[in-house]
């Protein structure tokens, strides 16, 4: 028997994002460079970001809600910010 289970968390605030450490860390990568006046890093890294950690957690949801007994209502919960993304 497998001792390792997949599970999905939906409190905290899991109960408002799906990934809220992807969304802290997304925030992290834009504000950081700004401690420096780096706009332009700022602006890029963050967009370069975004298409990567899309792709990512494109894979990662496919696999996630494949799972049997997955609450559906995490599937409609906003991936990042409540209300925006």
Do not use: C
């Not at 905290?12 to 802290?24: E, L, T």
Request: aromatic residues 12%; without cysteine; charged residues 15%.
């Amino acid at each position: 028997m497998d001792s390792t289970k997949l599970g999905v968390i939906t409190t905290g605030p899991f109960r408002y994002v799906r990934h809220p450490n992807y969304a802290a860390v997304f925030l992290e990568m834009f504000f950081l460079p700004l401690i420096h006046t780096a706009w332009i890093t700022g602006l890029a890294g963050s967009l370069g970001h975004a298409i990567v950690l899309s792709q990512r957690l494109s894979t990662e949801e496919k696999v996630l809600f494949r799972r049997p007994g997955l609450p559906r209502g995490h599937v409609f919960e906003a991936r990042f910010l409540p209300g925006l993304f």
